[in-house]
């Protein structure tokens, strides 16, 4: 084997941190000297300065394998927590109850792409009406958040279907930073008994839902919101409309998110 075409294969073992499974079994009956492994060091050094391009290769490849590491562990984590994601009893659902297909987001009352994303999920539920939309609250913004989420969750100990859905827009579409103050002031809007929220959201129905929610989110590597979830895909952002009602349609015509 030619000289430079040993050194790139050693240099992408290196990069990647992978060492073939031969080498792995092999007894070390004759390690390197130091002086001979200097002069491996120095070989494989200058190899990838006059040839960056294999080190690119090498960090590409590694990446690849990490994206495809973490779409399988995904894929598991959907399968296996099916239940809780569909039908929790702390859901609170949108659009058509029954609808032959289920989106659910996972949202944050602070979050600025949460907020625009909230036009996309209106503009599929009018256009859709088998559309079934689950929102889990999902606070990774800070105190603040963590306060408005229990207050939208108690929220839903007096509020029922579109009326809780609309005191989601209504909360989610007020400006400035939201936080506990302003759910109860949403609430108060609404006709809603404040004192009786107030109570509700420090009790367990409450902490179940947001310690289901954060469990969930943790099990399935959302990184952030929103992030939405349908069929078998991981939707991650604002995309917009069409990519959403794409997978949709995906999924209502082969039961996956890319037929």
Known sequence: MPLSRSISILALTLALGTVPAHAQAAPEASPFTDAQRQAIE??????????????????????????????LAQSAALKESQGALLNSPHDVVAGNPQGDVTMVEFFDYNCGYCRKALADVQALIKSDPKLRVIIKDFPVLGPESLEASQIALA?????????????????????????????????????????????????????????????????????????????????????????????????????????
Do not use: W
């Open 42 to 71: 120095a070989i494989i050094k200058d190899y990838l300065v006059k040839n960056p391009d294999v080190l690119q290769e090498a960090i590409a490849e590694g990446e690849k394998r990490q994206l495809e590491t973490q779409r």
């Open 155 to 259: 929220a839903k100990q007096q509020l029922k279907g579109d009326k809780l859905f609309e005191f989601h827009q209504k909360l989610l579409e007020s400006k400035g930073r939201i936080n506990g103050a302003k759910a109860l002031q949403v609430a108060k809007e609404m006709g809603l008994d404040t004192a009786k929220l107030q109570k509700d959201a420090q009790g367990p129905e409450v902490k179940a839902a947001l310690t289901e929610n954060r469990g969930l989110g943790d099990k399935l590597g959302l990184s952030g919101t929103p992030a939405f979830i349908i069929g078998d895909e991981i939707i991650p952002g604002a995309v917009g409309v069409e990519p959403i009602r794409k997978t949709i349609t995906d999924v209502r015509q082969c039961g996956h998110a890319s037929c």
